[in-house]
């Protein structure tokens, strides 16, 4: 009797850390589409865009002031032209 109780404890703690670890490893929704709640989501979804190479979308997290979309502008630049070179090579 007592080893059939104690069975059952293991498996309701089991399940309830499995439960509680799928619980916070879950990310949070608002994340999932890009939305900043403060500069440092803004920076990291800056940064994130710009090293995925979706510089229309990391522009939208930047200061909009001609030397800001100049150096975007190039860094786009030099990220095509080494993808069609590092192509070649393959």
Not at 14 to 25: C, N, Y
Not at 27 to 33: F, G, L, R, V
Request: proline share 0%.
């Amino acid at each position: 009797m007592f080893l059939c109780i104690l069975h059952d404890a293991k498996k309701i703690t089991i399940t309830l850390l499995v439960s509680f670890t799928l619980l916070i490893a879950c990310k949070d929704a608002s994340k999932t589409n890009g939305d900043s709640e403060n500069n440092i989501d803004a920076a990291e979804n800056f940064i994130r865009a710009a090293l995925d190479g979706k510089f229309k979308d990391a522009m939208n997290y930047m200061l909009a002031d001609s030397a800001n979309i100049h150096s975007l502008d190039e860094n786009c630049s030099l990220v095509k032209k080494n993808s069609s070179n590092s192509k070649e090579v393959l």
